[in-house]
């Protein structure tokens, strides 16, 4: 293991043990800002920041000729804005939130040509105007470090800020229905992701893949929606 993936997996226990005193709170979304806190400015200390666009949004993006020309696109948890640069790269306007006002500040720093909305936000409270606004909606591994019993209540957040003919891109680490998902990160199955379809997304297409960057590897989806 390269010292980066040693530094990872250093940070992704970090992550656990800190999630777990958040949850001895009964607060589940705490957590967030304390990691990017406690990581003191040091990228290594972030389990999920590369400082690159997400490699199956990038290689998804590259398959579709995906063009911005201009539309609005929404990244939920945008964490330091590694894949909100990527789009507005492409060409889109983009607004990122993330509940972490750490991670926001963070993400302003690294961005300083001002071409990216960064708002603190919740995704459960999130601006009234942001109710079906956007043309590409962005959410990778967001969903997946809340709680089961909040899943659902996730989706339909992310779900209700695409506009009507939209296109919604998710990008999650996957399970097979009965699967174990007793540690963070709580993988999503097919049957979780059909609650898309319940609030008015078409499921366009489908991938899975398997990352080979995790030992041993593990089951990734990427899937594309449109907004009926």
């Not at 972030?46 to 998804?60: G, K, M």
Request: with cysteine.
């Amino acid at each position: 293991m390269s010292t980066t993936k040693e530094a990872k997996e250093k940070a992704r226990e970090k992550l656990r043990q800190i999630a777990a005193q958040f949850k001895e709170r009964d607060d589940h979304l705490g957590w967030f800002d304390a990691v990017y806190s406690e990581a003191r400015g040091d990228i290594e200390n972030i389990p999920w920041a590369d400082l690159e666009p997400n490699r199956f949004l990038r290689s998804w993006a590259e398959q579709h000729s995906l063009k911005g020309d201009g539309r609005k696109a929404l990244v939920v948890g945008c964490g330091l804005g590694d894949d909100a640069r990527y789009l507005a790269e492409l060409g889109f306007a983009v607004t990122a939130f993330d509940i972490s006002p750490t991670a926001i500040e963070w993400a302003k720093r690294l961005s300083p040509e001002g071409q990216i909305q960064f708002e603190t936000a919740d995704l459960f409270q999130p601006p009234r105007g942001w109710l079906g606004a956007f043309d590409f909606v962005l959410e990778i591994y967001t969903i997946q470090p809340l709680p089961m019993e909040m899943r659902n209540k996730a989706i339909d957040a992310v779900a209700s800020f695409v506009a009507p003919s939209g296109e919604l891109l998710v990008i999650c680490h996957g399970r097979e229905v009965d699967e174990d998902t007793e540690q963070i990160p709580y993988p999503l199955s097919r049957a979780d992701l059909n609650r898309f379809d319940e609030d008015g997304l078409t499921q366009n297409e489908f991938t899975q893949v398997m990352d080979d960057d995790e030992d041993p590897p593990k089951m990734r989806f990427i899937v594309e929606y449109r907004k009926r």
